[in-house]
């Protein structure tokens, strides 16, 4: 089987429902390891409720999208008994570029949730950008990781309408709630083989 690994910065809600989602559902995945590379993330402590081993690999002061850093992931993974042919490594709210080097060596094995319709809107601060564009629909995309900022094929997107009356953090709650729907069903195709990348596209059967 499989194995997950979820990395995480902050509150871990994404990372929360992938590992109810994944109990639940059976999805055939083992949920092997929650890597945070902020000691304070709320998420480890959820992490750890759930049965999940959970490791810290602080970035303070290391630049992303730099090997110094991610180098040391890639031994906390091996550490663990991962590998690039027996893994899914999910993105969740892991507020880091990753380096090339870490992406080709977990080539198509590493996903994304982002919070806006790709190609809009990458980067940073997505639902402020979708509110100060004036866009009347949003919502979130989960992607292989390429090595561009956002960019790599897409897998499943969902959208939400927005509203004159809604601010940054209203837009943020409704997109939230799809990402939740979308992130486990990508980690159900994935850990089901059926996602096949072709070049830019996901050929999902
Ligand atoms: C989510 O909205 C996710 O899409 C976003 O951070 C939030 C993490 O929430 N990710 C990015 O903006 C990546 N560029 P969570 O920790 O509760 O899952």
Same mark, same amino acid.
């Given at each position: 089987?499989?194995?997950?690994?979820?990395?995480?910065?902050?509150?871990?809600?994404?990372?929360?429902?992938?590992?109810?989602?994944?109990?639940?559902?059976?999805?055939?995945?083992?949920?092997?390891?929650?890597?945070?590379?902020?000691?304070?993330?709320?998420?480890?402590?959820?992490?750890?409720?759930?049965?999940?081993?959970?490791?810290?690999?602080?970035?303070?002061?290391?630049?992303?999208?730099?090997?110094?850093?991610?180098?040391?992931?890639?031994?906390?993974?091996?550490?663990?008994?991962?590998?690039?042919?027996?893994?899914?490594?999910?993105? %969740?709210?892991?507020?880091?570029?990753?380096?090339?080097?870490?992406?080709?060596?977990?080539?198509?094995?590493?996903?994304?949730?982002?919070?806006?319709?790709?190609? %809009?809107?990458?980067?940073?601060?997505?639902?402020?950008? #979708?509110?100060?564009?004036?866009?009347?629909?949003?919502?979130?995309?989960?992607?292989?990781?390429?090595?561009?900022?956002?960019?790599?094929?897409?897998?499943?997107?969902?959208?939400?309408?927005?509203?004159?009356?809604?601010?940054?953090?209203?837009?943020?709650?409704?997109?939230?709630?799809?990402?939740?729907?979308?992130?486990?069903? #990508?980690?159900?195709?994935?850990?089901?083989?059926?996602?096949?990348?072709?070049?830019?596209?996901?050929?999902?059967?």
């Amino acid at each position: 089987m499989l194995n997950l690994v979820i990395l995480i910065s902050g509150r871990g809600s994404n990372m929360e429902n992938i590992l109810k989602a994944v109990k639940k559902n059976k999805i055939p995945i083992k949920p092997l390891l929650v890597i945070s590379n902020k000691p304070n993330a709320k998420g480890l402590a959820i992490a750890q409720k759930l049965g999940v081993k959970t490791e810290v690999v602080e970035s303070d002061g290391l630049k992303g999208g730099n090997w110094e850093y991610d180098s040391k992931l890639v031994s906390v993974l091996e550490k663990h008994r991962i590998t690039p042919q027996n893994c899914l490594i999910c993105l %969740a709210g892991f507020m880091r570029i990753m380096s090339p080097e870490f992406i080709r060596h977990y080539k198509g094995r590493i996903m994304n949730i982002h919070p806006a319709i790709l190609p %809009a809107f990458p980067g940073l601060h997505s639902q402020r950008q #979708a509110l100060e564009y004036g866009v009347k629909y949003s919502g979130c995309t989960v992607h292989f990781v390429d090595e561009g900022v956002d960019t790599g094929p897409i897998i499943l997107q969902s959208v939400v309408k927005i509203k004159n009356s809604d601010t940054e953090e209203s837009i943020s709650k409704k997109i939230l709630k799809e990402e939740h729907k979308i992130y486990p069903k #990508a980690v159900k195709l994935f850990a089901k083989g059926k996602i096949k990348i072709d070049g830019r596209k996901t050929i999902i059967s």
